[in-house]
């Protein structure tokens, strides 16, 4: 197999179906291992410029800001060139982002490089799934994705982790390679191995008819078709629910990652490196969730699964009270598998949904938008009560009940909608 000009459009007997579908796993699999990792060396660095406490959620916003701001352009952009070739170019703009890093950029700004990368990234890597594979196919399709997905967050935290420790640390500085001699410097270079790779897996994905030509690069049009879209999906009812879970799912998410860090060396008593790694025990979870969902939960029965976000909110608040890591471990498993359980079947819905109103790359960069405007809003909230010096045990009981009553009110305005 050659890379030849992203390859010609397929026929799509079965054997090619799950020969392609594999490589875009592989893809996604090496850039989000890259994008997990360099989180953790960027906080190594903010850690190393002795940064206030609060800028490590910040670093997070800075990511996700490119997401929002892009939206009405990505979406459009992702639609009217091969998905394949899109992720390539995304790959590029994160190996830059990288370079920025480890040239003495800022973190927030070179992180925040990284994440416009990601945002081009996105709506290709979710909407070459529907138009690749059928509407039936479509939950199996999540769940292989989220779990590889998945499997890199676990990855890239015990990975960055591992190379940000103080042992690792002494033995770049021993060795000193190729005039490296930090472990954050290491780890970018490591990172940037796994951009190479996931930009070489683009190179072979499928090229697939283009569904949607970009009838225009006027900026006004892309902005006001992008709130037209905005607005068609929120009033669609599917889409609607669809949208308000998975978006509170990414903001609750992401900032889980981070209470988990100060809830674990605050309560557990375990240092940045072993924190670090234990947000790794959510993802295993996750999976095992997204494993459940694929098989039992076919799209028409997505909403069913609504009632598992209220229990996953109440597991957290029991957390608060938890100081054994052992048990930690288990709760952090079962907050996990309740969240995967519920987020596939509605990350699959809501791609079914866009991609039928709107098309595949529109569909997800509004998805993107709202998403990450809630990361944005939760991240914020959180450094607000940690700049307050609120208890970790507060921080985590309110984040538990605002998820729980959250769901809660979702699966209410659902089920009376439909009556």
């Known amino acids: 197999m050659t890379p030849s000009s992203f390859n010609p459009v397929i026929t799509r007997p079965e054997s090619d179906l799950n020969r392609g579908f594999y490589i875009i796993l592989a893809a996604q699999f090496f850039s989000a291992l890259g994008d997990n990792s360099l989180l953790f060396a960027a906080i190594e660095l903010l850690k190393d410029r002795a940064a206030p406490t609060w800028e490590i959620p910040v670093l997070q916003q800075f990511f996700v800001l490119s997401f929002i701001l892009l939206a009405p352009f990505v979406g459009p952009y992702a639609d009217s060139l091969p998905k394949g070739k899109i992720m390539f170019i995304s790959n590029a703009v994160k190996i830059v982002g990288c370079f920025a890093l480890s040239m003495g950029v800022h973190p927030l700004f070179a992180y925040g490089f990284v994440g416009t990368g ?3 990234y996105s709506p290709a890597k979710y909407g070459i799934l529907t138009e690749y594979l059928p509407a039936n196919r479509l939950v199996w399709a999540n769940g292989w994705m989220e779990g590889l997905t998945v499997a890199a967050i676990i990855l890239g935290a015990i990975i ?21 001699d930090t472990a954050p410097e290491f780890a970018i270079l490591v990172v940037l191995g796994f951009y190479l790779l996931a930009a070489l897996f683009n ?20 902005w006001n078709d992008f709130w037209r879209n905005f607005f068609l999906l929120w009033r669609d009812p599917l889409g609607q629910v669809s949208l308000a879970v998975t978006s509170l799912f990414w903001g609750a998410g992401t900032t889980l990652r981070f209470i988990i ?24 979870g996750l999976a095992i969730g997204s494993v459940i969902a694929a098989k039992l939960v076919p799209l028409e029965h997505a909403v069913n699964v609504l009632p598992l976000g209220i229990a996953m909110g109440g597991v957290i608040v029991i957390m608060a009270w938890i100081s054994d890591w052992r048990l930690a471990i288990l709760m952090l498993i079962i907050v996990g598998t309740l969240a995967g359980s519920f987020l596939i079947p509605m990350n699959a819905l809501l791609q079914h949904r866009g991609h039928k109103l709107m098309g595949s790359g529109h569909s997800i960069a ?25 208890p970790v045990k507060t921080i985590v009981i309110i984040f538990g009940l605002f998820i729980a009553l959250t769901m809660g009110w979702l699966t209410h305005k659902h089920r009376h909608s439909q009556d």
């Open 118 to 120: 990601s945002a081009l």
């Open 160 to 180: 960055g982790g591992i190379l940000i420790g103080h042992s690792f640390e002494s033995v770049v500085a021993r060795n000193a390679w190729l005039g490296i």
């Open 203 to 222: 190179l072979y994905i499928p090229k697939l008819p283009i569904e949607h030509e970009l009838r225009t690069i006027d900026i006004r049009f892309l």
């Open 261 to 284: 860090l100060i809830w674990a060396t605050s309560l557990l008593d375990l240092d940045l490196p072993q924190a670090t790694q234990l947000t790794a025990v959510v993802a295993v």
């Open 366 to 390: 509004l998805q993107n938008f709202n998403e990450n405007g809630s990361i944005l809003l939760m991240l914020g909230a959180y450094a607000l009560m940690i700049q307050a010096e609120l």
